[in-house]
Structure formats: structure tokens, C-alpha cells
């Protein structure tokens, strides 16, 4: 049985349908993150699954039990909120204990599991400091230790790494991993890092608009996106419209391509996504595509080049560097075509 | 449950005890004694006594606020102009009148205006003729602008005091000098705590009626005299809410014109 | 240097100007005689006839014990009314707000007497309990104002964290809002506090059966011409007065 099944779930504010009738399900154990741009409703159905907001339609099933009539202080889940909540007249202890106390736990046992979780976010030592005295790491920290400490069946995260410098946040995605694995419970993680989610996930879901685009592992929603919207957001895409002229042959601008797609209908139109970093420079007799360097960006990693090739401008990663004006080639392997249908506007 | 019902208190409260009163006022200013519904207690309004009231009524409250703003911007400009111990202190000695009870304020100019009083006392030993002070309009505005002075200095002090020191060295980094500083910064900088003083004491200064009672005996009266009358004395109190309507409209005019500078979102006490 | 000077004389002149009155207050409460122009020799027999007289007494006795139960009753009733304006959504939220501050906006007159024709609406008596609803009334408004602004800083979601690790909403309140606001909560009830020992005009109205509180008292006194048993009462206000500020700021800058 899965964990948390969202059926047909929806929410509309002010006639806005911010999460449109959605289908998942989560299992045990599992790492899912919902990523997408703001307003696009995964937020939202962070909180449907807290409890802190009802929804206006559909069901949320909890081990098979509907969820939604229970409030969200009886449900066996835990958030880590963005800005931490963290409560300021009472020290870490008091913070991390707060669950326990409600439940009335023994003095020795909360004391127990607070030290347990202190340990587990690596900040033992600090029960009696005052919470504005932490940074926003530990902050954050005292945040999760809060949430597990109650051994919640999922803890849900809400964007909780975005106010942390760039360093911070990678250092605290390999440990949130790291605990999710040691701890065995699931995790709901919310971001709109496209990263942050490919790092993390053992599946993410990409949303936009209150709709979901797109399910799958961290490399297939990288090597496979389904629509123009995944493609786009995740990683860097060029991606151009096209026509299918018949199976395995694409045009583009006119000149046909080799490319390894089948199944659709004759002349239909479609989006072409070509990934900057399956663009290599090459000589001319290995040409796929010939232009003009328009623009040369060095990033550290790689060098991003745009060149124009029949009023079509094109991205390349590259490593080696090019001269502005200069004509270049540019080898594109036919599998590195990706060919996807068009995203039906309704 | 408490979330649901913790507000029904303060919303059936403030519903019986705030919004039903206004509800009972309007009903008495349009209906007559005899119950018919009529618009001639504002017609009242027009009567050649009752007009010169409200005109006396806004000339004191206005000339009130004058003097107050006239003398009390000085003071509040000044009072960041000292050492800060000797500014604290100041700011103790402003807040200190504010506490005592506004009919001792009051009262205590009896004894110094009235036949009896300190000034007389003090002309009648250098041999000179003695006052009849009390019971007068100047009278009234004296003691107003007695009572009103520290409503009118201290919103002014604490928005001069909160301009950005950095602004006005920029300034004079441009090259103002002292008086050009104040008059191009500093002074439209502290219009916002003009606005509120005026309206901490325009407001209560033309719907006040302790002092107008006190002080000007009858001799003086203004809108507040002339409601406490229709209700208490003349059972007219038809007459009395109509006026009390006028008062509040003048009221809230005031308000809408000092809400126009001020950007608050509403939800806080100053 | 010279510009000290006009500087230095003007702040001395005016605060002359405040507390003149208050000094001739003080001074005349120990002048045998009964009017200010005529210094007849010192006596605290003023201070005597004050505290023997039963309708001050009493005024006193009336003023007290309404400010502490008005302040106590509308800071409890405005504490839960700021908290759900809190948690309400934006229409009816601006809708409650602006009914909450028509107090403020009243002129004290209008308020009384529109008091006053309530309780005569309704049928009651006009007295104590009248007069202690009147200043419930008027406390509220700046209760909730004290408050809120407390509800808004509180940190984001924090209520929503509470009851997330299961406590009820009625838990979450008094363990993680209260504590929160509590500062707006003291001075709210010290502001309600002040202005109902302060308040005459409402209570000129709404009062009735020869209840009075300290200010119409005085007022009652003041009209019928000068008594000198009001300047010893002014002496001990201001004393009262005094002391308390001064404890106020030497806790600030203790705490500086």
C-alpha cells in the first residue's frame, strides 16, 4: 500500500485554481520532491498534506485512511517550515522538547530523545541557547531536530535551505539525504532549486501552473523530459520547434536531422530539446549544425556559447573557448535530439 | 475552538456597545419627539445661535491649535538640540502635566485667572487694576492651549528626532547652511508629526467641554456645552444627536485630510 | 556661545508656562486661607478636610476599582478579539478593524452620550455598572491596537508549527502566542488603566445614583467655585505621578 495517495486533489483561492485535480502517490522510505516555479502550487500541496489547508476537492489517503478530516495536530506528520518558526521565549531545548511535552512524555524520556536528536543534527551541547542567538543554519537544524524528534511517518520540507548561503545549503542537502536514509521515514521536500531536487530526490515531481509535468527519477526527468515546460526548467535546454517528417527524421528551419524518435504522426509539430552540453565544436566534415559565435560567457565550470545558425540562435557548453564572429561547427548526436509532443494549453 | 470562538466576546461587545449606541444617535437625529422622521434637527443647524456656537467652537479650536503649533513646533525642534541627559529629562517634564488629571490641569487656572486669583493678587500689589479674566473666550483658549501644548510638541519631537542624522550632514555636505537646512530638511521632513499633533489637538479641542464649562462659564459655550445641554438639561434629544452627528462629520473630515499624509496600514497606536 | 542662549530661554520659559499652574496647585494646598491671592499662613488642614470628606472618599473608592476591573475585563476581551482580527481573512479583518477603532475616532462627548442612550434603550439604571461597561468600551479599541502589532511580528508560521507538532489550537494559543505578545498585552492593560482613572467626560454621562468617579468629583467641586481640598488632592496626584515616571525611567535605563 502507498504511503500518502493524492487523488484528484485541488485547491482554488480566489477563483484561481492554484492546484489542479492531481494524482500521486508516496511511497515508504521514499525521498520525493516537488519542484517548481513559484505560484505553481507544490507548496500548497505540502500544506493540504500538513493539515493547514483543506482542500476544495478531491481525497489525501494516509495508509489508506482519509486524511483530511483529521487536524493537522493528530497526524503522524511533521514539517519543517522556510523560515523555521522556531518559537523565541523558549531556549533549543524547550523547542525540540515541545512536541513530547504536548504528548506528555516522561521528563527522562524527553530528555532522552531531545540529546539523541541534538546529536543527530550535530549541535550537541546547545540545549540551553537562546534562539536568536543561533545562525540560520543552526537555526535550521534546531528546525528539523524539532520536526524528527517525534518520529513522525514523513516529515514534509518546505523550501527550508533557501535562506542559507550557496556553501551552507550543499553542505545541509548531503546531510538531509544522509538522514532520510539513516532515519528510513519519507521525506516531502518542496523547492524551486531544479539542483537542490536532482541532488536529493529518489523522485521528483515537477509541477507548474497547479498541474503535474512530470514524474520520474532524477535522470529521467534530466535525459527524459516529457514536455518543453521539464525540459526547460530543468538544466539548460535549447530547445526550437520542429516538424516530425516522418519516424526517426526531424526538420528544423528546414534542413532534416537524423534523431532517434518514433510514434508520431507525419509533418506533426513538435518542441526539439538539444541539451548546451550535447553540443560539441568539431571540424566540418562532422557537422551538424554551422554558424556564427555571437556570444561567449565563461562560467567556471564551462564556457557558455551562443552561435546563430539559420536565424536559429543555439547554446553550447563547452570547455574550450571561441572567438566572437567567428564561424564555428557544431556535432550533435542523433540519440541527443530529444523530440517531445506539444504541451496542449487548456 | 477557541480559534472559532475566542472573537465572539470583543465582536458581540463592540457590535452592542460601539456600533448600536451610533445606531441609537442617528435614529434620535432624524426622528422628531413625536416619533416622525424628519431632517429638521439638522435644519437646527442653521439657527443663527446655534451656527454662532459652532463658529465660536472651530475659531477657538483653531486658534488653539495655532498657538499650540506656533509655540510647541519651537520646543520640540529645540528639544533635540540638547545634550541627551538634559533631553531625557525634558521629555519626563513634557510627559508629567499629560498624567495629571485634565480637570486639575483645568482647575488650577481658576485659582490664577478668577477674581481671587494669582494674577490679580500679583497686579493688585503693584497697585493696578484688577482683571476680570475669567469667564472670557481668551480665557478659554489659554487654558486649552495649556492642556493641548504637550499633545501638539510630542509627536513633533519624536519625528524630528527620528530624521536620519545622515540626511542633514548630507546636506550640509552640499553645502546648505543652518537655515536652509531646516527649512529645505528638516521641516518638511517633521510634517507628519505636524499633522498629528494638529490632530491630536484640533479633535479634541472643538468637541471639547470641560474647559468652554469651567472656564468660560456659560459665557463661552461651544458644540460639547450645547450637546451636554440638549441632553441633560433641555430632554431635547433629537437636537443633541443631530449635533453630534455634525460634530463626528467634522470629525471625520479632519481625519480623511490628516490620513492623506500618513501611510500607516491601519492596526497600530500611532 | 551665543545661539545656546535664545535656545535655553525659550525651553525654560515654556516648560515656566506648564508648570506654573501646577506649582501655585501645590503651593496654595498649604494656604490657611481658601483663595490663592491671599497667602495667609501654612496648615495641611486642607490635606484633613480632603481625606475626611466621604464623596471624594468615595469617587476615589469608585475610580480605582472600576480601572481595575475595566482594565482587566478589556484587555481579556481584546486579547482574543486581536487575536482572531489576527487570523481572519482580509474582508471581514479591515471590516472588524474599522469598527474597533470608531472608539478612537469619537469625540469622548459623542461617545457618552450615545452610551448613555443606549443604557437608557435597554432599560438599566445608570450607576456603577454602567459607568464600568462605558469604560470597558472605550479600552478595548487600544487594547486590540497594543496587541496586534505584537500578533503581526510574531515569526512567520509559527502557530501553524505548533499545531504541527500536536498541540490543539486552544494549546497553541496560550503556550506559543501568549508568551509571544505578552508586552502588548501589559501595555495594553496599562494604557486601559490610565485612561479609566483619567476618563470624565464618559463617565459624566453614564453614571448616575450620585455614583462618581474621581473627575467628576472634581468637576462637581470645581463649578460650584475654588476649594482648596482639590489642591491638596492635586499635590498627592502629582507626587503619585511623579514617583511613578520616575520608577518607569529609572527601570529604562537600567535596562540600557
Redesign the interface.
Known amino acids: 500500500m502507498n504511503l500518502i495517495e493524492l487523488k484528484n486533489l485541488t485547491k482554488i483561492y480566489d477563483g484561481e485554481t492554484v492546484v489542479d485535480h492531481i494524482d500521486l502517490y508516496i511511497k515508504e522510505n521514499e525521498f520525493v520532491t516537488m519542484l517548481g516555479p513559484s505560484g505553481c502550487g507544490k507548496t500548497t500541496t505540502l500544506r493540504m498534506i500538513g493539515g493547514f489547508v483543506s482542500p476544495d476537492d478531491g481525497d489525501i489517503l494516509f495508509n489508506g485512511d482519509d486524511l483530511t478530516v483529521i487536524p493537522p495536530y493528530k497526524r503522524q506528520i511533521n514539517t519543517v517550515f522556510q523560515k523555521y518558526a522556531l518559537f523565541p521565549h523558549l531556549n533549543v531545548y524547550e523547542n525540540i522538547a515541545f512536541g513530547l511535552r504536548i504528548k506528555k512524555f516522561k521528563a527522562s524520556e524527553i530528555d532522552k530523545k531531545v540529546k539523541k536528536m541534538l546529536k543527530l543534527v550535530g549541535l550537541e551541547g546547545y540545549e540551553k541557547r537562546k534562539i536568536d542567538a543561533l545562525s540560520g543554519g543552526q537555526q535550521q537544524r534546531i528546525a528539523i531536530a524539532r520536526a524528527l524528534v517525534n518520529e513522525p511517518k514523513v516529515l514534509l520540507l518546505d523550501e527550508p535551505l533557501g535562506a542559507l548561503d550557496l556553501k551552507l545549503r550543499k553542505d545541509m542537502q548531503i546531510e538531509l539525504k544522509a538522514m532520510q536514509q539513516e532515519l528510513g521515514i519519507t521525506f516531502i521536500y518542496v523547492t524551486h532549486d531544479q539542483e537542490e531536487a536532482l541532488t536529493m530526490s529518489d523522485t521528483i515531481v515537477v509541477m507548474n501552473k497547479g498541474v503535474i509535468q512530470q514524474i520520474g527519477s532524477p535522470t529521467e526527468i534530466y535525459n527524459e523530459p516529457e514536455n518543453a515546460f521539464v525540459a526547460d526548467f530543468i538544466g539548460e535546454s535549447n530547445i526550437v520547434e520542429g516538424i516530425m517528417l516522418k519516424d526517426k527524421v526531424v526538420s528544423i528551419a528546414g534542413n532534416s536531422y537524423d534523431c532517434v524518435d518514433v510514434g508520431f504522426n507525419p509533418n506533426e509539430l513538435i518542441d526539439v530539446v538539444i541539451r548546451p552540453e550535447d553540443m560539441t565544436m568539431c571540424d566540418k566534415e562532422h557537422a551538424t549544425f554551422t554558424g556564427t559565435v555571437e556570444q561567449v560567457v565563461f562560467k567556471g565550470v564551462h564556457y557558455e556559447i551562443l552561435f546563430k545558425s539559420d536565424k536559429q540562435t543555439w547554446m553550447i557548453h563547452s570547455t574550450k573557448s571561441a572567438d566572437i564572429g567567428a564561424e564555428v561547427h557544431v556535432h550533435v548526436e542523433a540519440f541527443d535530439f530529444h523530440i517531445m509532443r506539444k504541451v496542449s494549453a487548456c | 475552538?477557541?480559534?472559532k470562538y475566542?472573537?465572539v466576546?470583543?465582536?458581540v461587545?463592540?457590535?452592542?456597545?460601539?456600533?448600536?449606541?451610533?445606531l441609537?444617535?442617528t435614529y434620535?437625529s432624524i426622528t422628531l419627539k413625536d416619533g416622525s422622521f424628519s431632517i429638521d434637527n439638522f435644519k437646527m443647524f442653521f439657527d443663527p445661535r446655534i451656527l454662532n456656537i459652532v463658529k465660536r467652537s472651530l475659531s477657538v479650536a483653531v486658534l488653539t491649535t495655532i498657538f499650540c503649533l506656533l509655540?510647541g513646533y519651537?520646543?520640540a525642534f529645540?528639544?533635540n538640540?540638547?545634550k541627551p541627559t538634559t533631553e531625557?529629562f525634558?521629555v519626563?517634564?513634557?510627559?508629567?502635566?499629560m498624567?495629571?488629571?485634565?480637570?486639575?490641569?483645568?482647575?488650577?487656572?481658576?485659582?490664577?485667572l478668577?477674581k481671587?486669583?494669582?494674577i490679580?493678587?500679583v497686579l493688585?500689589f503693584f497697585h493696578l487694576p484688577t482683571q476680570n479674566l475669567m469667564f472670557t473666550q481668551t480665557a478659554v483658549i489659554i487654558v486649552m492651549v495649556?492642556n493641548f501644548?504637550?499633545f501638539m510638541v510630542l509627536p513633533i519631537y519624536t519625528v524630528i528626532k527620528k530624521i536620519d542624522k545622515g540626511i542633514v550632514e548630507a546636506a550640509e555636505d552640499l553645502g546648505a547652511n543652518q537655515a536652509k537646512v531646516f527649512t529645505k530638511v528638516i521641516f518638511p521632513l517633521s510634517l507628519p508629526g505636524v499633522v498629528s499633533g494638529i490632530s491630536m489637538t484640533f479633535?479634541?479641542a472643538?468637541?471639547s467641554?470641560?474647559v468652554p464649562?469651567?472656564i468660560g462659564g456659560g459665557k463661552s459655550n461651544m458644540i460639547?456645552n450645547l450637546?451636554?445641554k440638549q441632553?441633560?438639561l433641555l430632554s431635547n434629544?433629537h437636537l443633541?444627536?443631530a449635533l453630534?452627528m455634525v460634530?463626528?462629520l467634522m470629525?471625520?473630515i479632519s481625519?480623511y485630510f490628516t490620513n492623506q499624509y500618513s501611510d500607516d496600514e491601519?492596526?497600530?497606536?500611532w | 556661545m551665543v545661539k545656546k542662549l535664545p535656545?535655553n530661554l525659550?525651553?525654560f520659559l515654556?516648560?515656566l508656562?506648564?508648570?506654573?499652574?501646577?506649582i501655585?496647585?501645590i503651593v496654595?494646598s498649604f494656604n490657611e486661607g481658601k483663595?490663592?491671592?491671599?497667602w495667609t499662613g501654612f496648615s495641611f488642614h486642607w490635606y484633613k478636610e480632603l481625606f475626611e470628606d466621604r464623596m471624594i472618599m468615595s469617587a476615589l473608592a469608585n475610580t480605582l476599582s472600576i480601572a481595575i476591573l475595566a482594565s482587566i475585563i478589556s484587555t481579556i476581551?481584546?486579547l482574543?478579539?486581536a487575536?482572531?482580527?489576527f487570523?481572519m481573512k482580509s474582508r471581514p479583518k479591515q471590516m472588524?478593524?474599522t469598527?474597533?477603532?470608531?472608539?478612537l475616532?469619537?469625540?469622548?462627548?459623542?461617545?457618552g452620550?450615545?452610551?448613555?442612550?443606549?443604557f437608557v434603550?435597554l432599560h438599566m439604571r445608570l450607576g456603577f455598572l454602567t459607568m464600568l461597561?462605558?469604560h470597558?468600551?472605550f479600552c478595548?479599541p487600544?487594547v486590540?491596537?497594543?496587541i496586534?502589532?505584537k500578533l503581526?511580528q510574531m515569526p512567520k508560521d509559527i502557530v501553524d508549527a505548533a499545531l504541527d507538532l500536536g498541540a490543539t489550537?486552544?494549546q497553541a494559543?496560550f503556550k506559543v502566542v501568549l508568551p509571544e505578545v505578552m508586552p502588548g498585552v501589559i501595555t495594553g492593560a496599562l494604557i486601559a488603566f490610565?485612561l479609566s482613572i483619567?476618563d470624565?467626560?464618559i463617565s459624566f454621562?453614564t453614571t448616575g445614583n450620585g455614583v462618581n468617579n474621581?473627575?467628576i468629583a472634581?468637576?462637581s467641586m470645581?463649578?460650584r467655585g475654588?476649594s482648596p481640598k482639590?489642591?491638596a488632592?492635586?499635590t498627592l496626584?502629582?507626587i503619585i505621578?511623579?514617583g511613578?515616571?520616575?520608577i518607569i525611567?529609572l527601570r529604562r535605563e537600567k535596562e540600557k
Open positions: 475552538m477557541l480559534k475566542g472573537g466576546p470583543f465582536i461587545w463592540t457590535i452592542v456597545f460601539t456600533v448600536l449606541p451610533i441609537i444617535i434620535y509655540f519651537p520646543l529645540f528639544m538640540r540638547v531625557r525634558l519626563v517634564l513634557l510627559v508629567l502635566p498624567w495629571m488629571n485634565f480637570l486639575l490641569r483645568t482647575y488650577a487656572w481658576q485659582a490664577i478668577g481671587n486669583g494669582v490679580n493678587a493688585s495649556y501644548l504637550p479633535l479634541p472643538v468637541s467641554f470641560v464649562d469651567l460639547g450637546i451636554e441632553f441633560l434629544w443633541g444627536a453630534s460634530l463626528v470629525i471625520l481625519v491601519g492596526g497600530q497606536l | 535656545k525659550y525651553i515654556i516648560f508656562f506648564l508648570y506654573l499652574p501646577i501655585f496647585l496654595f483663595y490663592s491671592g491671599n476581551i481584546g482574543f478579539g487575536y482572531s482580527i487570523r472588524l478593524l469598527i474597533n477603532n470608531i472608539p475616532l469619537n469625540p469622548d462627548i459623542v461617545t452620550v450615545s452610551l448613555m442612550a443606549l434603550f461597561i462605558a470597558i468600551s478595548i487600544y486590540v491596537l497594543s496586534l502589532p503581526r489550537p486552544m494559543f490610565t483619567d470624565f467626560v454621562f474621581l473627575s472634581i468637576f470645581a463649578r475654588i482639590i489642591n488632592l492635586s496626584m502629582f505621578v511623579m511613578l515616571l520616575l525611567n
